[in-house]
């Protein structure tokens, strides 16, 4: 019997980043959807129990731990993984927050 395939989105500003990651996650079997703003990921989120989120911690006026909390908030089996281009402590220092409340 086939395994079912865990549902991962996949949410950057940079079309790159999600096509590369996309890319390979496919390649090792996962069921991938893609976004590049925060709006579109949120509609997508709500309406779809993805397995995993991947978010870019930067996403234009909002960012990926709002993200998160509202992927948990709905989903709460969902697992969460931030990713960022920037070293910046501010970040890090919320992320760790947020995680730990998630």
Not at 3 to 13: G, H
Not at 44 to 50: G, I, Q, S
Not at 67 to 79: C, G, H
């Amino acid at each position: 019997m086939r395994r079912p395939q865990a549902q991962v989105l996949i949410v950057d500003d940079y079309a790159g980043v999600t096509e590369s990651l996309a890319a390979g996650l496919q390649m090792q079997g996962f069921d991938v959807s893609t976004s590049g703003d925060f709006i579109e990921a949120r509609s997508k989120l709500l309406a779809h129990p993805f397995d995993v989120l991947v978010t870019d911690v930067r996403l234009g006026a909002f960012n990926g731990l709002q993200l998160a909390v509202i992927a948990r908030d709905k989903w709460p089996d969902i697992q969460i993984v931030v990713i960022s281009g920037f070293d910046d402590p501010v970040l890090k220092a919320e992320a760790a927050a947020a995680t730990r409340h998630i």
